[in-house]
T-cell receptor, first 119, second 112 residues
């Protein structure tokens, strides 16, 4: 089946530094990838939709200058948390669509997530 | 706006017990409804879905019926196994667009 990986799985950083999280589709090309954030015991919140070769579309309330998304190739999207602060600590999850296998637009393949802790 | 509410966990069961996880939603129009499962260390996987009222989604012994009148999509399994231990997420998607709205997730632990 379609596999999505994320790297790193866990990261600890100091306040004020920037952190990059990678999301890769391993066996398919993903024209669209999604970035979610999950707080403890809360639901996944869509942050942005990333389309290959174009600017990401951010959800209301998500700072695009804070969370930089780059979808430079059909198999890689990156999320950079700039000038991270403790309140950015969270679980970040990406997902990707595989259009040939996703005729009805329903299926997203999820990565295992990245846990970010900002000290 | 759209929202999904599901029962908080953790839910602890013995093997072969009956499992129900309640899920209710608020959305305009006629959304598609989903259950996703996340096994330890893995990404969310689509477990089952239903796209219109009274549809029943089923997979791996799990079932859920789209109830428009009660805006619910409860997940059930008649006899759980240890391997069903995971976090289960209920979600909806509006008819237009690809945005998924998730519930908070329910952790299920099945003991031998």
């Amino acid at each position: 089946g379609a596999v999505v990986s994320q790297h790193p799985s866990r990261v600890i950083c100091k306040s004020g530094t920037s952190v990059k999280i990678e999301c890769r589709s391993l066996d398919f090309q993903a024209t669209t990838m999604f970035w979610y954030r999950q707080f403890p015991k809360q639901s996944l919140m869509l942050m942005a939709t990333s389309n290959e070769g174009s600017k990401a579309t951010y959800e209301q309330g998500v700072e695009k200058d804070k969370f930089l998304i780059n979808h430079a190739s059909l198999t890689l999207s990156t999320l950079t948390v700039t000038s991270a602060h403790p309140e950015d600590s969270s679980f970040y999850i990406c997902s990707a669509r595989d259009p040939p296998r996703d005729r009805d637009g329903e299926t997203q393949y999820f990565g295992p997530g990245t846990r970010l802790l900002v000290l | 706006g759209d929202s999904v509410t599901q029962m908080e966990g953790p839910v602890t069961l013995s093997e072969e017990a009956f499992l129900t996880i309640n899920c209710t939603y608020t959305a305009t129009g006629y959304p598609s409804l989903f259950w996703y499962v996340q096994y330890p260390g893995e990404g969310l996987q689509l477990l089952l879905k239903a796209t219109k009222a009274d549809d029943k989604g089923s997979n791996k012994g799990f079932e859920a019926t789209y109830r428009k009148e009660t805006t619910s999509f409860h997940l059930e399994k008649g006899s759980v196994q240890v391997s069903d231990s995971a976090v289960y997420f209920c979600a909806l998607r509006r008819a237009a667009g690809n945005k998924l709205t998730f519930g908070g997730g329910t952790r299920v632990l099945v003991k031998p």
